[in-house]
């Protein structure tokens, strides 16, 4: 079974740190762009950010730009979320996949459902 594995989340506190990781397969990483999700508590899964194979494009959704950053290292075939000033809202599981948006995606174009990928996600709580 190929899937993703989120990983680095934990409990901070409002306007702290932290970085998740994303360990993908050497074909999803060099072949897939990858986008970070999140679900929150009673709430719809939104995206918050992608990156396309190479890095060269990025995209970030309103509620975290400014604050996050997507990277990749290829040495590790990671993808990388840094979280910087986190806030209460920001408190979801966080996941990560290949199902991302078009924007970050070589033609533009939703990959085919045999190449959707996803992982368990990991924990992020941000509380005083």
């Known amino acids: 079974e190929v899937q993703l594995q989120a990983s680095g989340g934990g409990l901070v506190q409002p306007g702290g740190s932290l970085r998740l990781s994303c360990a993908a397969p050497a074909f999803v990483f060099n072949g897939y762009a990858i986008g970070w999700f999140r679900r929150a508590l009673g709430k719809e899964r939104e995206e918050v950010s992608c990156?396309?194979?190479?890095?060269?494009?990025?995209s970030y959704a309103d509620s975290v730009k400014g604050r996050f950053t997507i990277s990749r290292d290829d040495a590790k075939n990671t993808v990388y979320l840094q979280m910087n000033n986190l806030k209460l809202e920001d408190t979801a599981v966080y996941f990560c996949s290949t199902d991302t948006w078009v924007d970050c995606v070589r033609g533009r174009k939703r990959p085919s459902y045999e190449s959707v990928y996803w992982g368990q996600g990991t924990l992020v709580t941000v509380s005083s």
């Open positions: 990156i396309s194979v190479g890095g060269g494009r990025t």
